[in-house]
């Protein structure tokens, strides 16, 4: 949903948040172009803190979309806090229950309403030493199965300096540098009719998630690992198992 059509409650909501952003952090933002204006989207971000949604939502807003959260359906059981999220339009998710289906239901409804919906595909903040970013689940690759809408990448970068979760430390201190950037939509055309089956799926996530770590590669400068290519997959998943 374009920002211009946002409710009553999601305008509350950066009334109040994007003030402090301004003033926390020192932003160097690059790719809006790669953001549609309108229609369904799928952003998938690298999860490296969790201070990543305030400063990924405001790139998103400042980029003209109003982003929707997947958070844990349990958060929105609290008080006050659960009202908030509903009526900025975020999206609760069932995790390891029967309800998952319905949780993916409300994301396939959301995007082709036409909203933007923000996706972490690793599912947790990473947990490699040096914040790389961990192989993905397969959720982003599923909803683009079904769905059709376009990927767009969004690596980020700083807002470990906000909040490390190696060490569980925030800073208060105003302008901490963050970066984010977009690149325009994955290509995914080689599946587009496929079977979601969970080689063609993980195959999909691989692709994600290797364009992530491209990304946050030519952002923070170095070579990064190679977590996860495809050559050494199979050895990986060996490996896995005797664990």
Not at 12 to 27: E, G
Request: aromatic share 6%; charged share 25%.
């Amino acid at each position: 949903m374009a920002r211009r059509r946002l409710g009553f409650w999601p305008r509350v909501a950066a009334v109040l948040v994007k003030p402090i952003m301004v003033v926390w952090t020192r932003r160097t933002w690059r790719g809006m172009e790669y953001l549609p204006r309108e229609g369904g989207v799928i952003i998938v971000a690298n999860h490296l803190s969790h201070a990543d949604p305030l400063v990924s939502a405001h790139f998103i807003y400042d980029a003209g979309r109003w982003p929707q959260f997947l958070a844990k359906a349990s958060v929105f059981r609290v008080p006050v806090v659960g009202w908030i999220l509903h009526r900025c339009r975020q999206i609760p998710v069932e995790r390891g229950t029967v309800d998952a289906a319905r949780s993916l239901d409300k994301l396939v409804e959301a995007v082709r309403r036409g909203d933007a919906v923000v996706i972490y595909p690793e599912g947790t903040t990473s947990r490699e030493p040096d914040l790389w970013p961990m192989k993905g689940k397969t959720g982003a690759a599923r909803l683009a199965l079904l769905t059709g809408a376009p990927v767009v990448p969004v690596a980020m970068w700083g807002p470990e300096r906000i909040f490390d979760p190696r060490t569980a430390r925030i800073s208060l201190r105003p302008r901490i540098p963050v970066t984010v950037v977009a690149g325009p939509p994955i290509d995914l055309s080689r599946w587009e009719g496929a079977s979601p089956t969970r080689g063609t799926l993980e195959e999909m996530t691989d692709t994600i998630m290797l364009r992530l770590r491209d990304m946050l590669a030519e952002i923070r400068g170095g070579t990064p690992p190679p977590l996860w290519e495809r050559s050494s997959r199979p050895q990986r998943q060996q490996q896995g198992e005797a664990a």
